[in-house]
């Protein structure tokens, strides 16, 4: 029961043997506070990971939403829609060939 009031009473940081008490109460302090923010760097690195995971599926969508307008963008009737826009259409007479002799 003694032993516990005096621990209560903070006795063994009192006495005159105590530096050593502080020292390791030292330690063990700063040991805590490398222990927390390391903790708090992971967590950071974690959510920062995050974030840059849903910014790549969010530009690989992208970059497939624009793959498939370009397929059909290319698409010959789409490409004959938009020429005849400006007035250029199909020809009406038969393409010429041409010989070589040599």
């Known amino acids: 029961m003694k032993n516990i009031i005096s621990l209560l009473n903070i006795e063994f940081l009192l006495n005159q043997d105590s530096i050593k008490n502080w020292r390791i109460l030292l330690f063990i302090s700063i040991l805590a506070m490398i222990s927390i923010a390391s903790g708090h760097s992971a967590d950071k690195k974690i959510y920062h990971i995050a974030n840059l ?50």
């Open 53 to 102: 995971n849903n910014d790549l599926k969010r530009v690989k969508s992208k970059f497939v939403e624009n793959k498939s307008q370009l397929m059909f963008l290319k698409l010959e009737t789409s490409v004959s829609k938009k020429l005849l826009s400006v007035g250029v259409g199909p020809s009406k007479e038969q393409p010429i060939k041409l010989k070589w002799k040599k």
